[in-house]
């Protein structure tokens, strides 16, 4: 495993790009699901996409806490209420804005075995997911962000978590 570099929005492209799909799940998948997870926390994020890492594959891991998630594929196939938030990237560092997003989704894909998941969330799983899967397809968070709403984040509040 190893951290991988995490690109930043105005500096790479790749991130504007469309991710395409997986068709096998080989060792460089998996390889990938690993140094993925393995970047995210050592960021301290809870959801990091394979384009963020440059793979324009579509692949996301999560953990809000509750452990990892790992999936392949993904696609949102329902989506209830609505929810707004304050949102940031690894990506997008320094940066916060707020995003209205579906207050519950339902999501389909595979696990790293290949394996059909459906995943339900709420609340910050739900924002999570609709993130990174936006990553997928090549948009970011700033591109639904209300207006007005941008604000940098000061380093003493960073850190703070």
Known sequence: MAIREIKHYEKDDVLRK?????????NRILLLLDDMAETMYNAEGVGLAAP???VLRRIVVIDIGEGIIELINPEIVEEQGEQADMEGCLSIPGITGLVKRPARVKIVG??????????????????ALCHEIDHLDGVLYIDRVEPGTLRRIDQETENRG
């Not at 469309?18 to 080989?26: E, L, Q, S």
């Not at 595979?110 to 924002?127: I, M, Q, S, T, W």
């Open 52 to 54: 963020q890492v440059g």
């Open 110 to 127: 595979l696990n790293r075995y290949g394996e059909k998941v459906e995943l339900e969330g709420e609340d910050l799983l739900a924002r």
């Open 18 to 26: 469309k991710a395409r799909p997986v068709d096998k799940i080989d």
